[in-house]
């Protein structure tokens, strides 16, 4: 499998620069995978396609204000974009400009209010920094930190709960699960009205999960790993539907890894916490999936190799290169397609 395989067109003005309002007013296509048709709805139709007794997963992680701003002890500009926590002080980032920083190397942000050393540097080019601050790191953070929006992303963010999900609830990821950022509190109380069992995972998105694969040889590709929590409830929740085959439904890629990470020999789904870096492309075989609900992605994404997967990659191009017709919106802030 080439790289190159995973490739399409995308005019740059179809970059989604902000989110539609409503949440629940952006486009969404709907994809029957069985019958190869493609259906234009609104996001807010997307109950007309969820059945009593369906299952819909929801990554209920929240996104840290992970972009930083300070400067060297000399005065020079710098940006710190959190990646990984190791423990209460010390986390993996990026640093930029990066250079000319050395170990011991002190960082200071906002007057003083945090500090940082530089303790190590990482053959990838990431460092890892130790925190220095009285009181809690979390409040200090929501206050000098900013949103981690995607690069391709140029317009400012002027309300920082429009990369949240209206569900978040814990985590500390670095990246919005953009598929749930079109469901409103109002849509999900139809959708649990309606006989529908809403259940949580979480999994700390990372910046690796949208970066465009380097090496032309797909299986030569190695996957991040990323923080994953499968709840009891949830997985009791989850093996009792697909015991009465009742369909689970997945909101993002996140939580299709999440949920594919950790299912035992039998099928069942266990109830698990700890780190997963699988990696789902080709004719990989879906344990627990029935349907997806999903942005856009980018082009030689592995995002776009798992959707590729479940819908098979023929009808999905299809599907992908009949969006930019329409003028669909791409994806953080962008429309949405419902795969079944």
Known sequence: MNISDFDFELPEELIAQHAVE?????KLLVLNKDKKTLEHKKFYNIIDYLKKDDVLVINRTKVIPARLFGHKENGVVLECFLLKRYDLYTWEVLLKPAKKLKIGQKLIFSDGILKAELLEIKEDGNRIIKFNFEGRFEEILDKLGEMPLPPYIMEKLEDKNRYQTVYAKEGESVAAPTAGLHFTNEL??????????IAEVFLDVGLGTFRPVQVENVLDHKMHSEKYRIPEETAKIINEAKK???????VGTTSVRTLESSVDENGK?????????????GDYKFKIIDAIITNFHLPKSTLIMLISA????????EAYKKAVEEKYRFYSFGDSMFIY
């Open 188 to 197: 999900l109380e139809k959708i649990r009205e309606k006989g529908i069992t």
């Open 244 to 250: 009465k085959g009742n369909r689970v439904i997945a």
């Open 310 to 317: 479940f819908g098979g990659k023929e009808f999905i191009f």
């Open 22 to 26: 409503p949440r629940d007013h952006s």
């Open 269 to 281: 789904l266990k109830a698990s916490e700890g780190n997963t870096n699988i990696f789902i492309y």
